[in-house]
């Protein structure tokens, strides 16, 4: 595996090393948030979605204390080039973080305000895309942990570009969401909160391009926005 932060050792690099860590950690928590949302999401299990939403905090938390640690560094040791460079896109990867367990969390929202008692004959069954969309987000989501671990540019490139896959699915989620509404399949107020869980996983998808965006960044000194992507947009470094 290769380690993305070398040094000399330094106390500056040490401390690198050991904010980098903790960014890893704090991307475990977020992705782990993110499973367990998409379990309780389609298991419809109010209890697993409590727990996930009150374990948010903890990465709300991590996020500020890993802030604060690389604005410490960037004040005390005044890095520049490569080194301010990795420590610019560590902060903005923290805040991508802290904002994808946000969204797991709102998509537990979509298990917790449903009406259990129900104002429709049969119980809500989410729409295919819907659960094909919770299906692949959650690979895609230990895929970018991955390329963030190894430093991997390369794979970072093929999930950028596995997002146009998310958007068509959310399009066609919203088209089936609305045709069950029409119909009387959904209540309104399940169509509503399907149409936020569609929008929340969408979300977690654009993060997780975002954050493959970061790496590219942090590895090779290019900036790619918005799905841009090129074919030499992984070589320099």
Same mark, same amino acid.
């Given at each position: ?5 070398? !040094? ?9 090393? !050991? ?11 977020? @992705?782990?948030? &993110? ?16 727990? $996930? ?5 903890? &990465? ?19 890095? &520049? ?24 969390? !709102? ?12 104002? @429709?004959?049969?119980? $809500? &069954? ?31 490139? $093929? ?44 979300? @977690? ?33």
């Amino acid at each position: 595996v290769h380690h993305p932060m070398p !040094g000399k050792h330094t106390e500056f690099d040490r401390a690198l090393d !050991g904010l980098y860590q903790r960014l890893m950690n704090e991307g475990a928590m977020a @992705v782990r948030q &993110v499973e367990q949302a998409i379990e309780a999401f389609k298991a419809l299990n109010r209890e697993a979605a409590a727990r $996930v939403r009150k374990n948010d905090d903890a &990465v709300d938390a991590e996020e500020l204390r890993i802030e604060e640690e690389a604005l410490r560094l960037i004040a005390t040791h005044q890095p &520049v080039a490569r080194d301010l460079r990795r420590l610019m896109a560590m902060m903005k990867i923290n805040t991508e973080l802290e904002r994808i367990a946000d969204h797991a969390s !709102g998509l537990c929202k979509a298990v917790l305000y449903l009406d259990h008692e129900g104002d @429709v004959a049969e119980p $809500v &069954v989410w729409q295919p895309s819907l659960l094909e969309m919770a299906d692949r987000v959650l690979p895609r989501a230990h895929e970018a942990l991955r390329a963030l671990q190894r430093m991997d540019p390369d794979a970072a490139a $093929v999930l950028i570009k596995g997002d146009k896959t998310l958007d068509a699915l959310a399009k066609r989620a919203f088209e089936e969401i609305e045709k069950d509404a029409a119909s009387g399949r959904l209540s309104p107020r399940a169509a509503m909160l399907a149409f936020r869980a569609s929008r929340e996983l969408e979300r @977690v998808s654009d993060l997780l391009g975002t954050i493959c965006e970061d790496i590219i960044y942090m590895d090779t000194g290019r900036v790619i926005r918005h799905g841009g992507l090129s074919e030499g947009d992984v070589q320099a470094r």
